[in-house]
């Protein structure tokens, strides 16, 4: 083999240097894949606050569960098929959406990031999806709708025990230009979260041995939470507890069909029910006349060993989904497996968990970069299976036991 001494032209390629990413907003910018922003989430955020995130339920194999389902999928492609342009928008009661996808409603969201609900409204008007307020977010319905007046608003209920409250909740929700109400139904009392318990979870946190230790290792953080707006429930008083404790103390276990009934009433738009599990309760609930479902086990955070959404999805979409809109949450860390939810019939897919990991990296700029990255991967999905419109992928999807 005769060999040469090589070209500076021909090496010069190779010892490129890329700048260092000195900023959240450049790292954010940078990571590939959710899990990246995870890992960035984890190195720039308190344990406690992280693990909230991240955790689940008891042993959290619901949550495993969950991803195990999205993991078992497998695609049908059709090759030879025209997708040098696809339309990744849909329907969603009633309303055009950019993509199948809605920002889901998470608690406590300024404890990730001071920016809050506002920065993932922002984020979702850019993507052109639906974003929803929980009861237990810590920025009001005024103060969302006046940050971010036209992205589409969704707002989540908790029932109370305290029914008048509840009244005044819905009321303001309505006034504030809320478009759909989201009954959450699978939290008649709190589910038991370890990490929760082990790290002494409170809200707002609460200034021990640990967490004065955590300042130094998370300066940032503390820096943001101390010298902004205090952190604190926007619809309700401030409870000084942990949060299994708050549920606990002021949900209603007793809600029933009868409370179903009372909520739509108060509400004129849409009424869609948050925490189906089962085909016999989608249908139960579907005769009500609901305008939709979301089949989710909140994420693996309440009943560990519930039910898997994935698993459940295809029967409950057979039994109902010819008289209400189906939807469905819980393990989505990837834009394939919203395209894998929707193959198996789910109308939209809600995240939390995602975006809260870009929220945790890098503020609104990481929230963005989630359901960026989500919205390309659901794309490229589409292309390399052959589908040109959301609803040619229907179908192109088998599972294996998960």
Aim: net charge neutral; with cysteine; glycine share 10%.
């Amino acid at each position: 083999m005769k060999r040469r001494i090589p070209k500076w032209s021909e090496l010069k390629p190779m010892f490129g240097v890329a700048a260092p990413r000195l900023t959240s907003g450049s790292r954010v910018a940078a990571a590939p894949a959710i899990e990246d922003l995870r890992a960035l989430g984890r190195r720039r955020t308190p344990r406690a606050v992280f693990d909230y995130v991240d955790g689940g339920a008891g042993y959290e194999e619901s949550l495993d569960r969950s991803r195990r389902a999205y993991r078992a999928v497998e695609f049908r492609p059709q090759v030879l098929t025209d997708v040098s342009s696809v339309d990744t928008s849909t329907q969603v009661l009633g309303e055009s959406i950019a993509m199948p996808l809605v920002c889901a409603p998470t608690g406590f969201t300024r404890m990730m990031h001071v920016a809050g609900e506002v920065a993932v409204a922002r984020s979702a008007l850019r993507a052109g999806i639906p974003y929803t307020l929980s009861t237990m977010g810590t920025t009001s319905p005024e103060s969302l709708a006046r940050a971010v007046p036209n992205v589409s608003r969704w707002f989540q209920l908790y029932l109370w025990q305290n029914r008048s409250a509840s009244r005044e909740l819905i009321g303001r929700a309505r006034e504030a230009g809320f478009r759909v109400l989201t009954l959450t139904v699978d939290t008649p009392v709190a589910g038991e979260r370890l990490r929760d318990v082990r790290n002494g979870l409170t809200v707002p946190p609460k200034l021990t041995f640990r967490t004065l230790a955590d300042m130094a290792m998370h300066p940032g953080w503390w820096f943001d939470l101390l010298t902004t707006e205090p952190l604190e429930f926007a619809s309700l008083s401030n409870f000084d507890g942990t949060v299994a404790e708050m549920v606990d103390q002021m949900f209603d276990p007793s809600a029933d069909l009868e409370t179903l009934e009372w909520v739509k009433a108060q509400w004129d738009g849409p009424v869609v029910v948050k925490g189906i599990q089962s085909v016999d309760d989608a249908t139960r609930i579907v005769a009500t006349g609901v305008d939709g479902i979301v089949v989710s086990n909140h994420g693996g955070r309440q009943l560990d060993k519930a039910p898997t959404p994935l698993d459940v999805l295809p029967g409950v979409v057979s039994a109902v989904g010819s008289k209400t809109e189906v939807m469905i949450d819980g393990g989505v860390m990837n834009g394939a497996d919203v395209a894998a939810a929707v193959a198996l019939g789910a109308k939209a897919v809600l995240v939390g968990r995602a975006y809260l990991y870009g929220l945790m990296a890098g503020g609104e700029a990481g929230a963005s970069r989630a359901l960026e990255i989500l919205g390309s991967q659901f794309t490229r999905t589409m292309q390399l299976t052959g589908a040109r419109t959301v609803a040619e992928l229907v179908g192109r999807v088998d599972t294996r036991p998960s």
